[in-house]
């Protein structure tokens, strides 16, 4: 049974920081893109970084480049998002998701984190 579990999440006041942790299980994941969703209160999920779980090539919203990055530890198959700079407006649901490289949908989905950015 394939399991993506977030943690990592609570409550930061801006300009502070935040780790987010996605370990995932339940199957090997060499051919897989790992991506960090998110979604805010009345919103529909937006994309915010990803990256090949081999190569370690990444992509980000151009909402978070510069202020997070996102990193694997194939050892420990988790992957993280490191948040800096958090802004009020980072404030959402974050969720870790994972997809073949050759497709376009996800497949599996974690059930997402709480980060709470106070002004």
């Known amino acids: 049974q394939v399991q993506l579990v977030e943690s990592g999440g609570g409550l930061v006041q801006a300009g502070g920081s935040l780790r987010l942790s996605c370990a995932a299980s339940?199957?090997?994941?060499?051919?897989?893109?790992m991506a960090w969703f998110r979604q805010a209160p009345g919103k529909e999920r937006e994309f915010v970084a990803a990256?090949?779980?081999?190569?370690?090539?990444?992509s980000y919203a151009e909402s978070v480049k510069g202020r997070f990055a996102i990193s694997s530890d194939n050892a420990k198959n988790t992957v993280y998002l490191q948040m800096n700079s958090l802004k009020p407006e980072d404030t959402a649901v974050y969720y870790c998701g994972a997809r073949l490289l050759s497709k376009g949908e996800y497949d599996y989905w974690g059930q997402g984190t709480q980060v709470t950015v106070s002004a």
């Open positions: 339940g199957r090997t994941f060499s051919s897989y893109l």
């Open positions: 990256i090949t779980w081999v190569s370690g090539i990444t």
